[in-house]
């Protein structure tokens, strides 16, 4: 089996305890354990020069598992590993709240143990994908986002006008601070601090979250995922700014933005005592009544 740990590249106490549980608990198994080369590099004085740990720098249809090491976060920018390859990912979580990244540093021993005697599930989860005419090449390789796709202001107070076709159909000019396009994953981020549902992972829609509207009567729009979103930007300024999860890069007002469903799921691993319900509930504090 082959198995790839994947990590952000800065020090934080809390990931290098974690990633040493989980290399210590790797070795039980018989496992080829790979890191990503620049979170390895941070790991080496705990590491011991330890040789039986190899790097990468991508990924290929060799690996079996992917296991990140930090928050939600982490796992957006592990997905720009894993892409296409069908390759299940674990969430160990040295963050806050953790959606995606479930598992606790003190629970790593455990849950390698269900995973390993394949007691875990897989929940997949929609992925967006977004053209843009003309072609940016910053967005020839990763063009995705597994939590949402945002338009937004850049270098300007005032607002910008959004105007929005879905299936080339005019929906609305939004005029508002920016546009989010989330996928039911990324319901429970930006989305949702912006004033849009929970959707939950199994859904086939996604939703249209106006950031900071002026118009009182925008509300989030909940569609289906077949749908093809079309975007075009009117501002005072002549650029705005394109997010892809946690990837930004800034596009001239002339720019067509198109977004629809990708073509592949990314996989996350979900053990049999986990639920998105269950985890709403302790993330959201759902149901903190003195009544309950």
């Known amino acids: 089996m082959k198995v790839a740990i994947y990590g952000q590249n800065y020090a934080n106490e809390n990931n290098t305890k974690a990633f040493e549980v989980l290399v210590t608990a790797l070795k039980n198994y018989n496992v080829n354990t790979f890191v990503e080369s620049q979170f390895l590099s941070l790991q080496k004085n705990i590491l011991h020069n330890d040789r039986t740990l190899e790097s990468f720098t991508v990924l290929d249809n060799s690996y079996d598992l992917l ?3 930090g928050g939600d976060g982490t796992i957006l920018r592990a997905i720009t590993f894993v892409r296409n390859l069908d390759i299940p990912i674990v969430g160990i979580n040295t ?8 598992v606790q ?3 790593i021993e455990d849950a390698l143990v269900d995973i390993f005697n394949k007691k875990y599930k897989l929940s997949e989860r929609s992925v967006l994908s977004v053209e843009v005419d003309p072609i940016n090449n910053m967005l020839i390789e990763t063009n995705f986002a597994l939590n949402e796709i945002t338009i ?3 270098n300007t107070t005032s607002m910008i006008t959004v105007e929005t076709h879905l299936d080339e159909e005019y929906l609305t000019s939004y005029w508002a601070d920016g546009l989010i396009l989330s996928t039911p994953t990324g319901s429970t981020g930006y989305s949702l601090s912006c004033g849009g549902p929970v959707i939950s992972p199994e859904a086939n829609n996604f939703v249209l979250t ?3 509207p002026h118009n009182l009567n925008a509300r989030p729009l909940v569609i289906p995922d077949k749908t093809e979103v079309k975007l075009k930007v009117n501002g005072r300024e002549d650029q705005f700014l394109l997010s892809l999860d946690s990837r ?3 596009l001239p007002n002339t720019s067509v933005v198109k977004i629809k469903k990708a073509s592949f799921y990314i996989k996350m691993v979900e053990l049999l005592d986990e639920s998105f319900i269950d985890t709403l509930r302790k993330k959201m504090l759902w149901g903190e009544d003195r009544r309950n």
């Not at 963050?95 to 479930?102: H, K, N, S, V, Y």
């Open 152 to 154: 937004s202001r850049k």
């Open 210 to 212: 106006p950031i900071a």
């Open 67 to 69: 296991i990140s090491i």
């Open 248 to 250: 930004i890069i800034t």
């Open 105 to 107: 540093t003190n629970e």
């Open 95 to 102: 963050g806050r709240l953790g959606f995606l990244a479930t």
